[in-house]
Each structure stands twice: as structure tokens, then as C-alpha cells.
């Protein structure tokens, strides 16, 4: 019996054990279902709803700046980044880029036209001397100087014409008087524009054109070193290929300054340097392209003609090139260059004059006719040898160093 009883509690407590450990796999395959399983779904947390906010708190909400809108990693910034800025603190665009305007210097400018103020004008200076009253025989011998001064006789007739208005309406009743309209009519003539190149194109092109012997050469030096002093990568361009010393000329003005050179071959077709010249300029970023061409008779229709050729293939390395096309002229030959300024004109759209030797002549009446007639603003004048007597022209200033009075008055002749 006791056999038995020992062989049952055996038996429960088996039936125990095994109960309690089936139990724990049980709850463990709750919490962890195999792989493949259906998981159970928790049905969605619904998110508590805020309270609605006071008054007070909206009017702070609305008076706070919007947040900034959320960069990306990106260094660069979105362009919807970009705040506009309203027209009128937008700062003005730049001026186009040019050489710095000299100060005023009608002293120096004064000293260059001597010979001019020697001659013309202090002939002119004298017939007004010591009158009082102006008689038809003055404003004829005025015309006479003018046109002994290559005036020429159709700037001499238009300017004696309104002299002889303003005696007339009486607003030149003496001889200051007189004189304070002679140049206020010589302003009028010569301020029809002009001033120093402006450069606005990268590069911006201009053609010197010329008979030989004016200084075209020379005058291009005296540009580049301008315009390297402002800061501007100049080129030249060797396009007088007829003559090999107008081009070691050109090469001793670019090592002088700093401009690099561009040549052909000799006796090469001037075209086609100008051409390369001007696609060299623009792909190595130069800001001014100077191209010097050779000297032609402006009374010979085949060189006009190559001249016309050289600003076409211009136009077709650039479109708008080139930019400039300024005439040389050498003011001591007189209405020869008027001359010469007509047929250029004819043959090219001619933007400005360069009037060399100036310090030359006494014959500077010139300038007036050029304007006058030509309708074509003087854009330098040449007062010397050096870079710095290329000056740019001025109508005001020229007129006050010529006719002025100044501390070296102009002594009679």
C-alpha cells in the first residue's frame, strides 16, 4: 500500500512540472510570434485635440515674423531663397567702364595751344583792343582772321552771322561783349559730344584709321597706356602689314605697356588680322582691342575700299565690332584734313576725331570747322610727344584755354 502511494505523488507531481513549463511556452509564443505570423494591430492613436488659444495669445501669433522657410544641406542658396529687393534701395547699375577723366588742367591745356593763342587768337585779341563801339569793319577784319586760321569759310560765315545778330538785337554793344559771344559760339560748335572712349563691351574694338604720317601708331601707344593705367587688358592689333616698321613700332609700344600684340605674316591681308585679332581678344578676355590699319590717300578708291573690307571682317569676328572707328588727323596740314575728314566720313561711320600735333600749328581754327562742318565730335587732341599730351578734349575747357585771358595773356601780334 505504501508502494502505491509513493508511485501516485510520483505521478502528480510530473503532471506538475509538465503543466507549469507548457504554460510559460505558451505566453512566450504570445509576446514573440514566429516568423510569418499575423502580428496583431494596435487600432490608431488618435491625437488629442489642443485647446482652442486665448485672445491674447492670437495677437502675439500675429504680430511674430514668419519663420525663416527651412534650408537644405546645400551650400548654394534656392532661388526661392532669394529675397527681392524693392526698386528703390536696389543700388544703380554700374557706369560703363572707362578711363578715368583727368582733372582739369586748362593751365596745361592753355600751354599746349600757344602756338594757336600766338596766332589766331591774339590776331583776334587785337582787333578788339582799346574799342568801344563795334563798326561793320571790325566783324570784316574778324573774318579775315578766321579764315586766314582755316576757319573754314562756311564755320566763318555761320559764326559772323550771329555776331552780327547780337549787335543788332544789341546784346553786343562793345568789344567784351563781342568777344564773350565769339565764344559762346565756338562752345556751341565744338560741344556736340565726344569724350574719352567708353568701354562697354568685353572687348570693345576700335578701328584708328588715317593718311600716313598723321600719328596713328603713336596715338594707339598713348591709348593703351591710358587704359592699361586704369586697370584695362589692352590688345593691339598689327593691321598696317605694308609697312615693317609701323609693326616694330606697334610691338615697342606693347612691351613698353604691358599690351600684347597680335601680327601677321608680312604684306598679309590686313583683313584677316584684324579678324584673328579680334576672336584672340575675346577668347583671351581682353577688355580693349586697338587695331591700327595702314595709311591710305583718302583720294584713292581701292584703298578706301580695303578699308571698308578690314571693318567687315571686323563685324564678322564680332557682331556690333567695331565699336569705334576714330579718324587721325594731323592739324598742321589745315583744311587738307577737313578734306580728308569729308572722304573718311563718306567711306566709313566715322565716331570721333583725333586731332594730332595741336602744339604745332597756329592754325588751331581747325577744330571749329571740323565740328562745324563734319558734324563729328573731336574725341583727343595731341598737345605733345609724351602719353600724357594725348588728352581727352573737353568743349568748355578747350574754349577757356583758348580764348580765355589766363596769367600768360595772349600778347597782341
Given at each position: 500500500m505504501t508502494t502505491v502511494a509513493i508511485v501516485v505523488a510520483l505521478i502528480v507531481v510530473v503532471a506538475a512540472i509538465t503543466l507549469f513549463f507548457l504554460r510559460g511556452r505558451t505566453a512566450t509564443q504570445l509576446q514573440s510570434p514566429a516568423a510569418g505570423a499575423p502580428r496583431l494591430q494596435q487600432p490608431p492613436r488618435v491625437p488629442s485635440r489642443p485647446a482652442p488659444p486665448k485672445e491674447t495669445d492670437r495677437k502675439k501669433e500675429s504680430a511674430r515674423p514668419p519663420p525663416p522657410p527651412a534650408r537644405s544641406s546645400a551650400s548654394a542658396i534656392a532661388p526661392a531663397d532669394?529675397?527681392?529687393?524693392?526698386?528703390?534701395?536696389?543700388?544703380?547699375?554700374?557706369?560703363?567702364?572707362?578711363?578715368?577723366?583727368?582733372?582739369?588742367?586748362?593751365?596745361?591745356?592753355?600751354?599746349?595751344?600757344?602756338?594757336?593763342?600766338?596766332?589766331?587768337?591774339?590776331?583776334?585779341?587785337?582787333l578788339f583792343q582799346g574799342k568801344k563801339e563795334i563798326d561793320p569793319s571790325l566783324l570784316q577784319q574778324v573774318e579775315e582772321v578766321m579764315l586766314a586760321s582755316d576757319v573754314g569759310p562756311k564755320t566763318t560765315g555761320a559764326i559772323l552771322e550771329r555776331l552780327r545778330d547780337a549787335i543788332e538785337r544789341d546784346r553786343?554793344?562793345?568789344?567784351?561783349?563781342?568777344?564773350?559771344?565769339?565764344?559762346?559760339?565756338?562752345?556751341?560748335?565744338?560741344?556736340i559730344g565726344g569724350g574719352a572712349l567708353r568701354v562697354t563691351t568685353r572687348p570693345t574694338v576700335v578701328l584708328l584709321v588715317g593718311?600716313?604720317?598723321?600719328?596713328?601708331?603713336?596715338?594707339?601707344?598713348k591709348l593703351a597706356t591710358r587704359y592699361i593705367g586704369a586697370g584695362k587688358k589692352v590688345v593691339l592689333a598689327a593691321g598696317d602689314t605694308f609697312r615693317a616698321a609701323a609693326v616694330q613700332q606697334l610691338e615697342a609700344w606693347g612691351k613698353r605697356v604691358g599690351a600684347g600684340v597680335i601680327k601677321g605674316k608680312e604684306a598679309a591681308d590686313p583683313g584677316s588680322v584684324a579678324f584673328d585679332a579680334t576672336n584672340m581678344a575675346k577668347e583671351s578676355g581682353a577688355d580693349l582691342l586697338l587695331v591700327d590699319t595702314a595709311g591710305r590717300l583718302?583720294?584713292?578708291?581701292?584703298?578706301?575700299?580695303?578699308?571698308?573690307?578690314?571693318?567687315?571682317?571686323?563685324?564678322?569676328?564680332?557682331?556690333?565690332?567695331?565699336?569705334e572707328t576714330l579718324l587721325v588727323?594731323?592739324?598742321?596740314?589745315?583744311?587738307?584734313?577737313?578734306?580728308?575728314?569729308?572722304?573718311?566720313?563718306?567711306?566709313?561711320?566715322?565716331?570721333?576725331?583725333?586731332?594730332?600735333?595741336?602744339?604745332?600749328?597756329?592754325k588751331g581754327g581747325i577744330v571749329l570747322a571740323i565740328c562745324d562742318e563734319l558734324k563729328v565730335p573731336v574725341r583727343y587732341v595731341g598737345l605733345g610727344e609724351r602719353a600724357e599730351d594725348l588728352r581727352e578734349f573737353d568743349a568748355e575747357d578747350f574754349v577757356e584755354a583758348l580764348f580765355g585771358k589766363g596769367d600768360d595773356a595772349v600778347a597782341a601780334a
Open positions: 532669394l529675397v527681392p529687393v524693392p526698386e528703390e534701395h536696389k543700388p544703380p547699375p554700374p557706369p560703363p567702364s572707362q578711363a578715368p577723366k583727368a582733372p582739369r588742367d586748362v593751365a596745361g591745356l592753355r600751354k599746349g595751344l600757344a602756338a594757336t593763342r600766338g596766332g589766331f587768337v591774339a590776331k583776334l585779341s587785337a553786343a554793344r562793345d568789344a567784351d561783349a563781342v568777344w564773350a559771344e565769339l565764344r559762346a559760339q565756338a562752345t556751341r560748335i565744338l560741344a593718311v600716313n604720317g598723321v600719328g596713328k601708331t603713336t596715338t594707339i601707344g583718302h583720294t584713292k578708291v581701292p584703298l578706301m575700299d580695303e578699308i571698308k573690307k578690314v571693318r567687315r571682317t571686323i563685324t564678322k569676328a564680332m557682331e556690333g565690332a567695331p565699336h588727323l594731323d592739324a598742321t596740314t589745315g583744311q587738307n584734313a577737313l578734306t580728308q575728314a569729308a572722304m573718311f566720313k563718306e567711306a566709313l561711320d566715322l565716331t570721333g576725331i583725333v586731332l594730332t600735333k595741336l602744339d604745332g600749328t597756329a
